[in-house]
């Protein structure tokens, strides 16, 4: 089965700020890989898609890189509204495999 | 619009059993994987399951493996989760999810309690 490593498990981070969030496949998985935004009782929105590609209707503050095992989600200046949990999820193969999910906090 | 709507959870006892069931409609159902996804209280995503458009291939974690059973009825737009010899440790939300997991439905709780 496929790890996915998530990091920081937690971040603390202004409005305005820039933050990075880093999923590490244990395996090369191509870039076959979304992120994922979680707020509280709510359904999980995709927000990346094939690592890089962003979702239609997500602001384009949101962007994602990588292939092979290492992916990062950036958002390059976090909004009130951004302070949620966030996922990635491998589907490369079987098992798919969630990260264990950032949870990204107001300063 | 594509639209998922989960039904079927609520409380059941250890080893009871239960059928998730999820209407799908806004895109052609027929053409598209599906899956179920879990998510514990206060805990993070775990994927339970997919099935093909076709039902030829079927996947399931290995938490859930002889116990749960994925199927779908694409003339109903339907995809379903029949869970036997459920446990406490299945007590999580349950969603439905568009093939990639693009689109979830609002999921549906399924609390396994004596």
């Known amino acids: 089965d496929i790890q996915m490593t998530q990091s920081p498990s937690s971040l603390s981070a202004s409005v305005g700020d820039r933050v990075t969030i880093t999923c590490r496949a244990s395996?090369?998985?191509?870039?076959?890989l979304g992120w994922y935004q979680q707020k509280p009782g709510k359904a999980p929105k995709r927000l990346i898609y094939?690592?890089?590609s962003l979702q239609s209707g997500v602001p384009s503050r949101f962007s994602g890189s990588g292939s092979g095992t290492e992916f990062t989600l950036t958002i390059s200046s976090l909004q009130p509204e951004d302070f949620a949990t966030y996922y990635c999820?491998?589907?490369?193969?079987?098992?798919?495999?969630f990260g264990q999910g950032t949870k990204l906090e107001i300063k | 619009e594509v639209q998922l709507v989960e039904s079927g959870g609520g409380l059941v006892k250890p080893g009871g059993s239960l059928r998730l069931s999820c209407a799908a409609s806004?895109?052609?159902?027929?053409?598209?994987?599906m899956n179920w996804v879990r998510q514990a209280p206060g805990k993070g995503l775990e994927w339970v399951s997919s099935?093909?458009?076709?039902?030829?291939?079927?996947y399931y974690a290995d938490s859930v493996k002889g116990r749960f059973t994925i199927s779908r009825d694409n003339a109903k737009n339907s995809l379903y989760l029949q869970m036997n010899s459920l446990r406490a440790e299945d007590t999580a939300v349950y969603y439905c999810?568009?093939?990639?997991?693009?689109?979830w439905g609002q999921g549906t709780l399924v609390t396994v309690s004596s």
């Open positions: 395996q090369g998985i191509r870039n076959d």
């Open positions: 999820l491998q589907h490369n193969s079987y098992p798919h495999t």
């Open positions: 999810a568009r093939d990639m997991v693009d689109y």
């Open positions: 094939a690592a890089s």
């Open positions: 806004g895109f052609t159902f027929s053409s598209y994987s």
């Open positions: 099935i093909s458009s076709s039902s030829s291939y079927i």
